[in-house]
């Protein structure tokens, strides 16, 4: 009985905690200005989160993101 959460419960959570950091990167890219945006260009930004999910999510963030003071 104990151990159902781990079976069940926290495969969910890892997909859920994955699921909610792809969308912040989402709505973080696309509240970004075109021309703060570091590493590559706009368009290259988009596909790569859209289709990198998760990773390009966590890419976003160390190599795209615009560094904030």
């Given amino acids: 009985m104990g151990n159902s ?3 069940t419960g926290l495969p ?3 997909v859920l905690c994955a699921l909610c ?3 912040y990167g989402v ?3 696309a509240r970004t200005d075109k ?3 570091r590493s590559f ?3 290259a930004w988009l596909l790569i989160l859209l289709f990198g999910s998760f990773a390009g ?3 976003w963030f160390v ?3 615009p560094q904030r003071h």
Avoid: K, N, S
């Fill in 27 to 29: 709505v973080d890219f």
């Fill in 5 to 7: 959460f781990f079976l």
């Fill in 21 to 23: 950091l792809w969308v």
């Fill in 63 to 65: 190599a795209g993101r």
């Fill in 35 to 37: 021309l703060e945006i």
């Fill in 12 to 14: 969910v959570l890892i």
């Fill in 57 to 59: 999510a966590l890419l």
């Fill in 41 to 43: 260009p706009q368009e």
